[in-house]
């Protein structure tokens, strides 16, 4: 594992199980959140950013296919490995149709265990690397030199930018037409376990439409797709 511990969050009702699946992974380097409901699970996937969720199925409140599929319809892509007592294939095609990345059998073995984990994250954290935009970017007149953390804008100014604004930028036109998710720029740019609230993003992205559109009130490059995240246009 890399310098930055991964973040997972352990959905298990059954105590004694989450305490070892809890004190293992911590033992392997993970960042360990423990729910032992479906409601709380969910509550902490708003609140924050997580590398990897471990559901269990068989859940008070709401159970793990109901809580894997609430996940998918908030557009949150977080891997999801799902544990079931239950061992029929119907169960695991429910799982895996309700949107969880892989399915696990009680008992299981911990090393297979930690393998799929292992592997998960690091599929999730290949596909958030995107090398496309260079060291330097124009759109509009504008040009943007992320490693001097400079830009010059169409009116001619010279803008200084902090490094978070050169993150989130860079990120943007990295994804460039598509919108990129809340949960996307809180792990790109903040980091894991560090959440601002959607109004800090929202005065980064004020501050680039007034650095780089002739009409900060009628943006075309920098725009906020409500309650779905941010993007960067480039007609």
Not at 9 to 35: F, H, M, P, S, W
Request: net charge negative; charged share 30%.
């Amino acid at each position: 594992m890399g310098a930055t511990k991964a973040a997972v969050l352990i959905v298990e009702d059954e105590e004694n199980l989450q305490e070892a699946l809890k004190l293992n992974l911590e033992l392997e380097g993970y960042d360990i959140t423990c729910a032992e409901d479906g409601a709380i699970a969910l509550k902490k996937v708003e609140e924050g950013y997580f590398d990897l969720i471990i559901l269990d199925v068989m859940l008070p409140e709401i159970d793990g296919f109901d809580v894997c599929e609430t996940i998918r319809l908030k557009n949150i892509d977080t891997p999801i490995l799902m544990l079931s007592a239950r061992s029929g294939s119907a169960d695991r095609v429910t799982g895996l149709k309700r949107g969880a990345d892989d399915y696990l059998t009680k008992p299981f073995n911990l090393e297979e265990l930690l393998l799929r984990i292992e592997k998960l994250i690091d599929k999730n954290r290949k596909l958030q690397v995107n090398s496309s935009v260079g060291d330097e970017y124009s759109f509009g007149g504008n040009t943007i030199d992320f490693r001097a953390q400079t830009a010059s804008n169409s009116r001619g100014e010279e803008l200084s930018l902090s490094k978070k604004e050169i993150m989130l930028l860079k990120l943007l036109i990295e994804y460039k037409n598509e919108v990129v998710s809340r949960e996307k720029i809180l792990q790109a740019v903040w980091g894991y376990q560090v959440f601002p609230t959607t109004r800090t993003i929202d005065n980064f992205i004020l501050s680039f439409r007034k650095y780089f559109e002739l009409d900060p009130r009628e943006p075309k490059y920098f725009h906020s797709v409500r309650g779905v995240g941010y993007k960067f246009s480039e007609e």
